[in-house]
């Protein structure tokens, strides 16, 4: 009884507006038809919030998001896609065949692992008054190699005709890309791709300017 009391419970995503691992997380809740609460971690304000002792305790990386979720908690955006992908019902966001699997691994990985670390907020608090250009040059740097993995995989979505986690990975990176002001037109794949996802229901409400703490001048 107890367990399933657990598992009734709605998710809380502790996570920040404009972080592109909580919009891939908020993505995903959507795409699956999870009602979720959100606990806005605001990564500027006092310091970052995500720095306090309290936080610390809930995700000891300091970073968002972090997902409380069937009585654990989890804080890489893409254990728990995987995660509700194994657990809840829904739209599958791996697909069963294993080519397109690790397919959809793999440019998940380029942008999780080879893309946004380096351009994060952390990383370029540290870069200092070269922060932009140096975001721009390693997403620049990562779509030349995203392009044309892409162009081998996609039909409509990243990886053939379904939505995956591929495409939940590729919208907000691409989102950081344009604040960066990467010419994302360089790119016609990666912007075909982003352009049809960001039509798409789950991919709108998700979206950084539709937030409970998203700024009111950066509200759409």
């Given amino acids: 009884m107890h367990l399933s009391l657990v598992c009734m ?6 996570g920040y507006f404009r972080s592109s691992c909580s919009w891939r997380v908020r993505i995903a809740f959507v795409l699956k038809g999870i009602e979720y609460d959100q606990v806005p971690v605001n990564l500027i304000k006092d ?36 995660y509700l992908d194994e657990t809840r019902p829904g739209p599958q966001l791996l697909p069963a065949d294993p080519k397109k699997r690790a397919q959809v691994r793999m440019i998940s990985d380029v942008i999780a692992s ?20 140096w ?48 010419e994302v037109e360089q790119y016609p794949t990666i912007k075909r791709l982003n352009q049809t996802l960001l039509e798409i ?8 300017s539709h937030q409970p703490d998203t700024p009111a001048d950066l509200r759409a």
């Fill in 47 to 82: 310091g970052g919030q995500q720095l306090t002792e309290q936080y610390k305790a809930l995700n000891p990386m300091q970073q968002v998001p972090a997902v409380e979720i069937d009585g654990i908690t989890l804080s890489q955006s893409l254990a728990v896609i995987q």
């Fill in 135 to 182: 975001a721009k040059h390693f997403i620049e740097r990562g779509f030349q190699a995203l392009e044309p993995i892409l162009k081998q995989t996609a039909g409509k979505y990243c990886v053939g005709d379904e939505i995956s986690m591929a495409d939940i990975c590729l919208v907000p990176q691409v989102y950081n890309a344009e604040r960066f002001k990467v």
């Fill in 9 to 14: 419970a709605k998710p809380v995503l502790h």
């Fill in 114 to 133: 080879g893309i946004q670390p380096v351009q994060n907020l952390y990383v370029l608090q540290k870069i200092g008054a070269e922060k932009a250009q």
């Fill in 201 to 208: 229901e789950a991919f709108k409400v998700s979206h950084p």
